[in-house]
Structure formats: C-alpha cells, structure tokens
C-alpha cells in the first residue's frame, strides 16, 4: 500500500505542473501562515486545482523557490516550483489551512523511442511559436538535455490550455501520451490563434473595406 503524507493544500483556479514556475501572490492570514511555516521548515505545499464548486483530487507539490516581496502587513510575493504529483486520500482541517493525506504518483515505466523525442522536439518548437504569439518567454531553458517527461510536462503547461485540459495532462501517467495528446492541441491552439489575430488585423482599420471607399473632392 503507497505510504500516505501530510502536506498543507492550497486550492486555486490554477493547475500546477511538475517542474513549471508559478509566482503567487499570499495575502489571506491562513496562507501566510502556511507559506510562513513552509519557509521556514524548507517544506512543500500541494497546490490543487479549484473550480469554483470542487478540488480536484489530484495536484502537484509547490516549493517556494524565492521570496520575492515582503509586505509591511505580512503580505507575500513568492515564486513557486512544481514537483511530485499527488492524489489526495482524505483531508484535515485541524489548522486554520486545509490539509491533506496525500499518496504520489509518477509516470508509468515505457520504453520511449526516437519517435518519441521527435515529437517532443516539435512541441518544444510550436510551445515557443505560440509564446512568441502570444508576447511571452518560453518558460524553458532550450536546452536539448530535458527528459522526455520534464518536456511533455512545459508542453502541458502552455498558455492557451484550459484549467480542465492542464488537470488532465496532470493526471495522465504516461510521458507518451502526454506527449502525443499535447503536440496536436499546440497545432490547433496555434491555428486559431493565427486566425484570431488575423481577425483582429482585418477589422483593426477605420471599419470600412478600402476597395469601396471611393476618393472625395
């Protein structure tokens, strides 16, 4: 039987995903003791996706990586990291912050092939198109020493995938199908966002087709 862990959980409308960055912004007093008490322990926390209505069973451990601003009111500007993925068993709320029982869980062992990384390698090329579209970094290093996994897991991540699509990529436990799943959705996401943009560019004028405007006196 998987040996359970207590972690604090901090539920919000974000999926958080294994080795991505993600800043938060701490001003509720239960966060910023939990934050406080994480800094201080070295410990993580689990960041688990919240619609609204639900928490989702399944997250991602966040380490604070820096504490980037300290506010004179307890305040926090923090810039997190992803690590272990979690499903939680049950939760606890005996302190003044949620907590859970967690189990972890990891891909499954594949053998993956040169197929493999191929694809990879042309996600990693359209994830940078669609952020140059988009005006942001690319939120890796380039470097062509990633993992399989750790890249399947920057393609997931990429703006313009949905809370429950980013939870589902989470949730898959294989780097292959993550990967086969994520390389066509960049491709349509990119599609129409061309299209958005050229939509915008087309009526961006003064709101008349030139070829019928005809030269006044």
């Keep these: 039987m998987p040996e359970k862990t207590l972690i604090p959980l901090f539920p919000l409308g974000v999926v958080l995903l294994p080795g991505l960055p993600l800043p938060l912004h701490i001003f509720e007093e239960r966060y910023k003791q939990m934050i406080g008490e994480c800094v201080e322990r070295e410990e993580v926390f689990g960041m688990v996706a919240y619609t609204g209505s639900q928490i989702k069973s399944a997250g991602c451990t966040a380490r604070v990586a820096?504490?980037?601003?300290?506010?004179?009111?307890?305040?926090?500007?923090?810039?997190?990291?992803?690590?272990?993925?979690?499903?939680?068993?049950?939760?606890?709320?005996?302190?003044?912050?949620?907590?859970?029982?967690?189990?972890?869980?990891?891909?499954?062992?594949?053998?993956?092939?040169?197929?493999?990384?191929?694809?990879?390698?042309?996600?990693?090329?359209?994830?940078?198109?669609?952020?140059?579209?988009?005006?942001?970094?690319?939120?890796?290093?380039?470097?062509?020493?990633?993992?399989?996994?750790?890249?399947?897991?920057?393609?997931?991540?990429?703006?313009?995938?949905?809370?429950?699509?980013?939870q589902a990529f989470l949730e898959m436990t294989s780097t292959r199908e993550r990967l086969s799943k994520a390389v066509p959705a960049l491709e349509k996401l990119i599609e129409r966002l061309k299209l958005t943009l050229e939509i915008k560019r087309i009526i961006g004028g003064n709101g008349h087709p030139p070829s019928l405007l005809g030269d006044k006196d």
């Design 66 to 166: 820096e504490v980037l601003k300290r506010y004179e009111d307890g305040r926090l500007d923090i810039m997190t990291v992803g690590e272990r993925r979690f499903v939680i068993s049950e939760q606890d709320e005996s302190k003044p912050y949620l907590q859970g029982w967690v189990e972890y869980f990891d891909d499954q062992e594949e053998e993956l092939e040169d197929r493999d990384r191929e694809l990879a390698l042309k996600g990693l090329i359209l994830h940078d198109e669609l952020s140059r579209l988009l005006g942001s970094a690319a939120d890796h290093d380039g470097s062509g020493a990633m993992e399989l996994q750790e890249i399947s897991f920057v393609l997931a991540g990429s703006q313009g995938f949905s809370l429950e699509e980013k």
